[in-house]
């Protein structure tokens, strides 16, 4: 089992930056792909961006490519969303994830999940 934790969401103006973090226990990371995920009211769950398990390869979704950075310290088993130039769109619960299978890109496909933290942009 996994624990996933997430910290560092809140309400920020458009065009400024958060930087939401992700804890994990229970089991070392470095075994598992992760990714951060957003849901907005009404509407699915969608991916946001992945990393692999060595940290040497990302996945951006189109949305954020360029604004958004998705990293992690398998040392200190966590994982990070930097995310700058934010927008109203933006808003949403923010996830993290991880997955022991290699492909895939749909929620469906992750293992172990946080609880999510919430990210409001205001215009």
């Known amino acids: 089992q996994v624990q996933l934790v997430e910290s560092g969401g809140g309400l920020v103006q458009a065009g400024g930056s958060l930087r939401l973090s992700c804890t994990a226990s229970g089991r070392a990371i470095v075994n598992y792909v992760m990714g951060w995920f957003r849901q907005a009211p009404g509407k699915e769950r969608e991916i946001v961006a992945t990393?692999?398990?060595?940290?040497?390869?990302?996945y951006y979704a189109d949305s954020v490519l360029g604004r958004f950075t998705i990293s992690r310290d398998n040392a200190k088993n966590t994982g990070a969303l930097q995310m700058n130039s934010l927008k109203p769109e933006d808003t949403a619960v923010y996830y993290c994830?991880?997955?022991?299978?290699?492909?895939?890109?749909?929620?469906?496909?992750?293992?172990?999940w946080g609880q999510g933290t919430q990210v409001t942009v205001s215009s």
């Open positions: 994830a991880v997955k022991t299978r290699t492909d895939g890109r749909s929620p469906d496909d992750y293992d172990y």
């Open positions: 990393v692999s398990r060595s940290g040497g390869s990302t």
